[in-house]
Protein backbone atom coordinates (compact mmCIF):
# COMPACT_ATOMS: atom_id res chain seq x y z
CA UNK A 1 0.00 0.00 0.00
CA UNK A 2 2.73 2.25 0.63
CA UNK A 3 5.09 1.30 -2.17
CA UNK A 4 1.53 2.13 -4.13
CA UNK A 5 0.72 5.76 -2.84
CA UNK A 6 4.37 6.44 -3.06
CA UNK A 7 4.14 6.04 -7.07
CA UNK A 8 0.75 7.56 -7.14
CA UNK A 9 2.18 10.39 -5.48
CA UNK A 10 2.58 12.64 -8.41
CA UNK A 11 -1.64 11.58 -9.91
CA UNK A 12 -2.45 12.66 -6.38
CA UNK A 13 -0.54 15.62 -5.82
CA UNK A 14 -1.96 17.16 -9.18
CA UNK A 15 -5.43 16.54 -7.90
CA UNK A 16 -5.00 17.62 -4.53
CA UNK A 17 -3.07 20.50 -5.47
CA UNK A 18 -6.09 21.15 -8.08
CA UNK A 19 -9.02 20.49 -5.04
CA UNK A 20 -7.04 23.20 -3.04
CA UNK A 21 -7.08 25.71 -5.45
CA UNK A 22 -10.69 25.36 -6.51
CA UNK A 23 -12.01 24.59 -2.90
CA UNK A 24 -10.13 27.11 -0.70
CA UNK A 25 -12.66 29.03 1.88
CA UNK A 26 -14.99 28.61 -1.08
CA UNK A 27 -19.21 27.79 -1.25
CA UNK A 28 -19.59 25.34 -4.06
CA UNK A 29 -21.22 26.84 -6.98
CA UNK A 30 -21.15 26.69 -10.47
CA UNK A 31 -17.42 28.02 -11.47
CA UNK A 32 -16.30 25.34 -8.90
CA UNK A 33 -18.02 22.81 -9.82
CA UNK A 34 -16.78 23.67 -13.50
CA UNK A 35 -13.36 23.91 -12.46
CA UNK A 36 -13.69 20.58 -10.52
CA UNK A 37 -15.02 18.81 -13.17
CA UNK A 38 -12.23 20.17 -15.51
CA UNK A 39 -9.63 19.18 -13.07
CA UNK A 40 -10.96 15.46 -12.72
CA UNK A 41 -10.47 15.39 -16.66
CA UNK A 42 -7.31 16.59 -17.16
CA UNK A 43 -6.19 14.05 -14.29
CA UNK A 44 -7.39 11.29 -17.08
CA UNK A 45 -10.20 10.31 -15.01
CA UNK A 46 -12.61 10.68 -17.75
CA UNK A 47 -15.46 12.72 -19.18
CA UNK A 48 -18.19 10.13 -17.81
CA UNK A 49 -16.44 10.41 -14.85
CA UNK A 50 -15.84 13.71 -14.10
CA UNK A 51 -19.28 14.64 -15.23
CA UNK A 52 -20.86 12.14 -12.76
CA UNK A 53 -18.38 13.36 -10.06
CA UNK A 54 -19.42 16.59 -10.27
CA UNK A 55 -23.38 15.77 -10.62
CA UNK A 56 -22.88 13.86 -7.53
CA UNK A 57 -21.00 16.58 -5.30
CA UNK A 58 -23.58 19.32 -6.81
CA UNK A 59 -26.49 16.97 -5.49
CA UNK A 60 -25.06 16.69 -1.72
CA UNK A 61 -23.64 19.92 -1.50
CA UNK A 62 -24.25 22.68 -3.73
CA UNK A 63 -24.32 26.17 -1.75
CA UNK A 64 -22.12 24.88 0.86
CA UNK A 65 -19.05 25.56 2.27
CA UNK A 66 -16.78 22.74 1.46
CA UNK A 67 -13.09 21.78 2.25
CA UNK A 68 -10.70 20.31 0.00
CA UNK A 69 -10.08 17.52 2.69
CA UNK A 70 -14.02 16.83 2.20
CA UNK A 71 -13.97 17.02 -1.36
CA UNK A 72 -10.61 14.51 -1.66
CA UNK A 73 -12.77 11.70 0.84
CA UNK A 74 -15.68 12.91 -1.28
CA UNK A 75 -13.58 11.61 -3.96
CA UNK A 76 -11.96 7.81 -2.71
CA UNK A 77 -15.35 7.15 -1.84
CA UNK A 78 -16.95 7.59 -5.52
CA UNK A 79 -13.77 6.63 -7.08
CA UNK A 80 -13.74 3.12 -4.88
CA UNK A 81 -17.33 2.80 -5.58
CA UNK A 82 -16.74 2.54 -9.84
CA UNK A 83 -13.42 0.25 -9.34
CA UNK A 84 -14.70 -2.34 -7.06
CA UNK A 85 -16.53 -3.84 -9.56
CA UNK A 86 -13.82 -4.48 -11.88
CA UNK A 87 -10.87 -5.29 -8.89
CA UNK A 88 -11.09 -8.94 -9.44
CA UNK A 89 -7.57 -11.24 -8.98
CA UNK A 90 -6.95 -13.59 -11.96
CA UNK A 91 -8.11 -16.83 -10.81
CA UNK A 92 -6.73 -20.05 -12.31
CA UNK A 93 -9.02 -23.17 -12.50
CA UNK A 94 -6.48 -25.73 -11.16
CA UNK A 95 -8.52 -28.33 -13.12
CA UNK A 96 -6.48 -26.85 -16.47
CA UNK A 97 -3.32 -28.48 -17.14
CA UNK A 98 -2.26 -25.86 -18.10
CA UNK A 99 -4.07 -23.00 -17.53
CA UNK A 100 -3.47 -20.94 -20.81
CA UNK A 101 -2.90 -17.06 -20.59
CA UNK A 102 -2.50 -15.32 -23.69
CA UNK A 103 -0.53 -11.70 -23.11
CA UNK A 104 -1.32 -8.71 -25.38
CA UNK A 105 -0.45 -5.02 -25.67
CA UNK A 106 1.78 -2.71 -27.67
CA UNK A 107 5.13 -2.87 -27.32
CA UNK A 108 6.84 -1.31 -24.18
CA UNK A 109 3.90 -1.39 -22.43
CA UNK A 110 5.21 -4.04 -20.24
CA UNK A 111 3.85 -7.57 -21.33
CA UNK A 112 7.31 -9.65 -20.43
CA UNK A 113 8.23 -8.10 -17.48
CA UNK A 114 4.45 -8.42 -16.34
CA UNK A 115 4.57 -12.22 -17.41
CA UNK A 116 8.34 -12.28 -15.39
CA UNK A 117 6.20 -11.10 -12.42
CA UNK A 118 3.38 -13.25 -12.91
CA UNK A 119 5.34 -16.26 -12.84
CA UNK A 120 7.31 -15.58 -9.99
CA UNK A 121 4.62 -14.80 -8.20
CA UNK A 122 2.51 -18.18 -8.96
CA UNK A 123 5.55 -19.84 -9.00
CA UNK A 124 6.00 -18.85 -5.03
CA UNK A 125 2.46 -20.12 -4.53
CA UNK A 126 4.11 -23.60 -5.33
CA UNK A 127 2.61 -23.99 -9.27
CA UNK A 128 4.09 -25.07 -12.41
CA UNK A 129 4.93 -22.35 -14.70
CA UNK A 130 5.67 -22.00 -18.09
CA UNK A 131 6.94 -19.15 -20.20
CA UNK A 132 6.15 -18.76 -24.07
CA UNK A 133 8.32 -16.24 -25.84
CA UNK A 134 5.91 -15.46 -28.53
CA UNK A 135 7.48 -12.30 -29.30
CA UNK A 136 9.22 -13.99 -32.10
CA UNK A 137 10.17 -10.61 -34.26
CA UNK A 138 12.55 -9.27 -31.01
CA UNK A 139 15.48 -11.22 -30.17
CA UNK A 140 15.78 -8.91 -27.23
CA UNK A 141 12.37 -9.49 -26.12
CA UNK A 142 13.23 -13.54 -26.15
CA UNK A 143 16.20 -12.70 -23.94
CA UNK A 144 14.58 -10.80 -21.62
CA UNK A 145 12.06 -13.75 -20.95
CA UNK A 146 14.62 -16.20 -20.92
CA UNK A 147 16.23 -13.85 -17.96
CA UNK A 148 13.08 -13.77 -16.16
CA UNK A 149 12.93 -17.72 -16.88
CA UNK A 150 16.58 -17.74 -15.26
CA UNK A 151 14.71 -15.59 -12.20
CA UNK A 152 12.22 -17.90 -11.48
CA UNK A 153 13.88 -20.63 -12.51
CA UNK A 154 10.56 -21.18 -14.41
CA UNK A 155 11.27 -23.07 -18.52
CA UNK A 156 11.02 -20.65 -21.22
CA UNK A 157 9.67 -22.19 -24.41
CA UNK A 158 11.33 -20.06 -27.68
CA UNK A 159 11.98 -20.42 -31.51
CA UNK A 160 14.69 -18.32 -33.39
CA UNK A 161 13.88 -14.76 -34.50
CA UNK A 162 10.81 -14.54 -37.10
CA UNK A 163 9.59 -17.89 -36.17
CA UNK A 164 5.94 -18.64 -36.43
CA UNK A 165 4.21 -17.35 -32.85
CA UNK A 166 1.39 -19.74 -33.28
CA UNK A 167 3.36 -22.51 -34.03
CA UNK A 168 5.39 -22.10 -30.75
CA UNK A 169 2.23 -21.47 -29.14
CA UNK A 170 1.11 -24.29 -30.29
CA UNK A 171 4.04 -26.07 -29.15
CA UNK A 172 4.47 -24.69 -25.59
CA UNK A 173 0.86 -26.08 -24.81
CA UNK A 174 1.92 -29.85 -26.12
CA UNK A 175 5.12 -29.79 -23.63
CA UNK A 176 3.10 -28.08 -20.88
CA UNK A 177 1.08 -30.70 -21.01
CA UNK A 178 3.44 -33.41 -20.93
CA UNK A 179 5.14 -31.85 -17.77
CA UNK A 180 2.21 -30.83 -16.18
CA UNK A 181 2.17 -27.45 -15.63
CA UNK A 182 -0.14 -25.25 -14.00
CA UNK A 183 0.18 -22.15 -16.08
CA UNK A 184 1.35 -21.51 -18.70
CA UNK A 185 1.95 -17.80 -19.65
CA UNK A 186 2.19 -16.62 -24.02
CA UNK A 187 3.95 -13.52 -24.68
CA UNK A 188 3.43 -11.98 -27.86
CA UNK A 189 4.33 -9.10 -30.12
CA UNK A 190 2.50 -5.70 -29.78
CA UNK A 191 4.14 -3.59 -33.40
CA UNK A 192 1.86 -1.27 -33.99
CA UNK A 193 3.15 -0.43 -37.37
CA UNK A 194 0.99 -2.73 -39.04
CA UNK A 195 -2.35 -2.95 -37.50
CA UNK A 196 -3.66 -5.32 -39.61
CA UNK A 197 -0.77 -7.50 -39.26
CA UNK A 198 -0.57 -7.58 -35.61
CA UNK A 199 -4.35 -8.39 -34.94
CA UNK A 200 -4.29 -11.22 -37.89
CA UNK A 201 -1.16 -13.05 -36.05
CA UNK A 202 -2.83 -12.36 -33.00
CA UNK A 203 -6.09 -14.07 -34.49
CA UNK A 204 -3.75 -16.70 -35.67
CA UNK A 205 -2.62 -17.44 -32.64
CA UNK A 206 -5.61 -18.08 -30.59
CA UNK A 207 -7.39 -19.98 -34.16
CA UNK A 208 -3.89 -22.41 -33.52
CA UNK A 209 -3.75 -22.48 -30.03
CA UNK A 210 -7.66 -24.37 -29.53
CA UNK A 211 -6.51 -26.63 -31.62
CA UNK A 212 -4.32 -27.91 -28.91
CA UNK A 213 -7.20 -27.05 -26.52
CA UNK A 214 -10.54 -25.62 -27.68
CA UNK A 215 -11.05 -24.23 -24.35
CA UNK A 216 -7.93 -22.81 -24.23
CA UNK A 217 -6.60 -19.50 -23.93
CA UNK A 218 -8.45 -19.46 -20.88
CA UNK A 219 -7.28 -15.58 -19.95
CA UNK A 220 -6.50 -12.98 -22.10
CA UNK A 221 -4.66 -10.34 -20.60
CA UNK A 222 -3.78 -6.93 -22.45
CA UNK A 223 -0.92 -5.07 -20.81
CA UNK A 224 -1.15 -1.03 -20.65
CA UNK A 225 1.20 1.34 -19.95
CA UNK A 226 -0.58 4.37 -17.87
CA UNK A 227 2.04 6.48 -18.82
CA UNK A 228 0.07 7.04 -22.33
CA UNK A 229 -3.00 8.39 -20.00
CA UNK A 230 -5.86 8.25 -23.10
CA UNK A 231 -4.16 6.57 -25.45
CA UNK A 232 -4.92 2.88 -23.47
CA UNK A 233 -8.59 3.58 -24.29
CA UNK A 234 -7.81 2.80 -27.76
CA UNK A 235 -6.11 0.06 -27.37
CA UNK A 236 -8.29 -1.82 -25.15
CA UNK A 237 -11.16 -0.94 -28.37
CA UNK A 238 -8.17 -2.47 -30.70
CA UNK A 239 -7.07 -5.36 -29.05
CA UNK A 240 -10.50 -6.35 -28.49
CA UNK A 241 -11.32 -6.61 -31.97
CA UNK A 242 -8.74 -9.12 -32.35
CA UNK A 243 -9.07 -11.64 -29.60
CA UNK A 244 -11.43 -11.69 -26.44
CA UNK A 245 -9.61 -8.95 -24.20
CA UNK A 246 -10.92 -10.74 -20.39
CA UNK A 247 -8.61 -8.39 -18.13
CA UNK A 248 -5.81 -5.63 -18.42
CA UNK A 249 -3.31 -5.17 -16.28
CA UNK A 250 -1.95 -1.74 -15.88
CA UNK A 251 1.78 -0.85 -15.75
CA UNK A 252 4.22 1.89 -14.57
CA UNK A 253 1.92 2.99 -11.87
CA UNK A 254 5.02 4.31 -10.08
CA UNK A 255 5.45 7.80 -11.41
CA UNK A 256 2.61 8.80 -13.33
CA UNK A 257 0.24 11.40 -13.03
CA UNK A 258 -2.03 9.57 -15.25
CA UNK A 259 -3.07 7.50 -12.68
CA UNK A 260 -6.58 8.51 -13.05
CA UNK A 261 -6.77 6.99 -16.18
CA UNK A 262 -7.36 3.69 -14.25
CA UNK A 263 -10.87 5.35 -13.43
CA UNK A 264 -11.77 5.80 -16.90
CA UNK A 265 -11.09 2.61 -18.34
CA UNK A 266 -12.96 0.89 -15.21
CA UNK A 267 -16.14 3.35 -16.05
CA UNK A 268 -15.98 2.93 -19.69
CA UNK A 269 -14.97 -1.07 -20.31
CA UNK A 270 -16.17 -2.61 -17.02
CA UNK A 271 -13.16 -4.88 -17.97
CA UNK A 272 -11.62 -6.98 -15.14
CA UNK A 273 -8.29 -5.40 -13.53
CA UNK A 274 -6.37 -8.32 -12.13
CA UNK A 275 -2.99 -6.45 -10.74
CA UNK A 276 -1.05 -3.22 -11.37
CA UNK A 277 2.72 -2.66 -11.72
CA UNK A 278 4.55 -0.19 -9.83
CA UNK A 279 8.02 -1.04 -10.67
CA UNK A 280 10.30 -3.17 -13.33
CA UNK A 281 11.21 -5.56 -10.08
CA UNK A 282 9.80 -9.01 -9.53
CA UNK A 283 7.40 -7.81 -6.65
CA UNK A 284 6.61 -4.58 -8.03
CA UNK A 285 3.02 -6.33 -9.74
CA UNK A 286 0.25 -5.62 -7.17
CA UNK A 287 -3.34 -7.32 -6.52
CA UNK A 288 -4.96 -4.30 -7.37
CA UNK A 289 -7.30 -3.16 -5.25
CA UNK A 290 -10.74 -0.47 -5.39
CA UNK A 291 -9.69 1.03 -2.05
CA UNK A 292 -6.26 1.26 -1.91
CA UNK A 293 -6.24 2.71 -4.99
CA UNK A 294 -8.94 5.37 -4.79
CA UNK A 295 -7.20 6.13 -1.74
CA UNK A 296 -3.94 6.54 -3.04
CA UNK A 297 -5.27 8.58 -6.01
CA UNK A 298 -7.13 11.00 -3.76
CA UNK A 299 -4.40 11.75 -1.54
P1 LIG B 1 6.91 -5.19 -23.72
O1 LIG B 1 7.56 -4.61 -24.95
O2 LIG B 1 5.44 -4.91 -23.70
O3 LIG B 1 7.23 -6.61 -23.49
O4 LIG B 1 7.48 -4.33 -22.50
P2 LIG B 1 8.63 -4.68 -21.46
O5 LIG B 1 8.19 -5.71 -20.50
O6 LIG B 1 9.89 -4.93 -22.21
O7 LIG B 1 8.71 -3.31 -20.65
C1 LIG B 1 9.15 -2.11 -21.24
C2 LIG B 1 9.89 -1.30 -20.18
O8 LIG B 1 9.00 -0.92 -19.15
C3 LIG B 1 11.00 -2.08 -19.50
O9 LIG B 1 12.09 -1.22 -19.30
C4 LIG B 1 10.39 -2.48 -18.15
O10 LIG B 1 11.36 -2.64 -17.15
C5 LIG B 1 9.50 -1.30 -17.88
N1 LIG B 1 8.36 -1.63 -17.00
C6 LIG B 1 7.47 -2.62 -17.10
N2 LIG B 1 6.54 -2.56 -16.12
C7 LIG B 1 6.86 -1.48 -15.36
C8 LIG B 1 6.28 -0.87 -14.18
O11 LIG B 1 5.27 -1.28 -13.62
N3 LIG B 1 6.92 0.25 -13.71
C9 LIG B 1 8.03 0.76 -14.32
N4 LIG B 1 8.58 1.86 -13.79
N5 LIG B 1 8.59 0.21 -15.40
C10 LIG B 1 8.01 -0.89 -15.92
Redesign the pocket.
Known sequence: FARLKDGLKRSSSKLTTGIADIFTKRRLDDDALEEFEDLLITSDLGVTTAAKLSGELAKTRFDKEVDSAEIQEFIAEEVTKILDPVAKPLVLDPARKPHVVLVV??????????IGKLAKSYKDQGLKVMMAAG?TFRAA?VE?LKVWGERTDCPVISRDTGADAAGLAYDAIEQAKRQGMDLLLI?TA?RLQNKSHLMDELKKIVRVIRKCDETAPHDTLL?LDATTGQNAHSQVELFSEATNVSGLIV?????TAKGGVVVALAEKFGKPVHAI????SAE?LRPFEARNFARSLAG
Open positions: GVNGSGKTTTDAQDGVTKLDGGVGED
